[in-house]
T-cell receptor
Framework: AQTIHQWPVAEIKAVGSPLSLGCTIK??????LYWYWQATGGTLQQLFY??????VESVVQLNLSASRPKDDQFILSTEKLLLSHSGFYLC????????????FGKGTRLTVV | GDSVTQTEGQVALSEEDFLTIHCNYS??????LFWYVQYPGEGPQLLFR?????EKGSSRGFEATYDKGTTSFHLRKASVQESDSAVYYC?????????????FGAGTKLTIKP
């Protein structure tokens, strides 16, 4: 069975500090990978997607970056956090194809103070 | 670009009431439409999907019909239960050829009173 693990579960960070969030997908080779951001009470905003190792596409600019160093790993990072980065970050995966289901992880709650 | 509009931001009903959450979309291609449900503190999970005009998706008593003419995919349930309380998202996907953008609506928070 496929599993998706996100870390950390929650973070409290200071404005201006760096950030690194990660997720690992086990049990599925060459999945599409996604990062989503959700402000408190807000909708799901797709940030990045990756269809293969080393290749990441940005969907919206939020002063964040993403990398896919391994087939099963997706990293979200920034060197300088802003207050507006607070929210719920979700990693997700899917198979190739236009109508395939997207499976979400349990998310990371980020509070920037 | 693609967009999804959910009319209702919040819906409050009593058990056994009929539910409708409206979803309209705009897309240049022929997208696949989804309904996702999210419980507090968790990631969204798929309720069901539809890929063709007039196709009906359904799960757990919820259903929606893909209507290309009115560009709609309204969610309905005949008799809601307290356990249906959650946030519901309509989404569209027009993925392919390296484009993996998936667009979600703003979400509808459903609260069911016992």
């Amino acid at each position: 069975a496929q599993t998706i693990h996100q870390w950390p579960v929650a973070e409290i960070k200071a404005v201006g500090s760096p950030l690194s969030l990660g997720c690992t997908i086990k049990g599925k080779s060459s999945p599409n990978l996604y990062w989503y951001w959700q402000a408190t009470g807000g909708t799901l905003q797709q940030l990045f997607y990756s269809i293969t190792v080393g290749q990441v596409e940005s969907v919206v600019q939020l002063n964040l970056s993403a990398s896919r160093p391994k087939d099963d790993q997706f990293i979200l990072s920034t060197e300088k956090l802003l207050l507006s980065h607070s929210g719920f970050y979700l990693c997700a995966w899917s198979l190739q194809g236009r109508d395939t289901e997207v499976f979400f992880g349990k998310g990371t709650r980020l509070t920037v103070v | 670009g693609d967009s999804v509009t959910q009319t209702e931001g919040q819906v409050a009903l009593s058990e056994e009431d009929f539910l409708t959450i409206h979803c309209n979309y705009s897309a240049s291609g022929y997208p696949t439409l989804f309904w996702y449900v999210q419980y507090p503190g968790e990631g969204p999970q798929l309720l069901f999907r539809a890929s063709r005009d007039k196709e009906k998706g359904s799960s757990r008593g919820f259903e929606a019909t893909y209507d290309k003419g009115t560009t709609s995919f309204h969610l309905r349930k005949a008799s809601v239960q307290e356990s249906d309380s959650a946030v519901y998202y309509c989404a569209l996907s027009d993925r392919g050829y390296g484009n993996e953008k998936i667009t979600f609506g703003a979400g509808t928070k459903l609260t069911i009173k016992p």
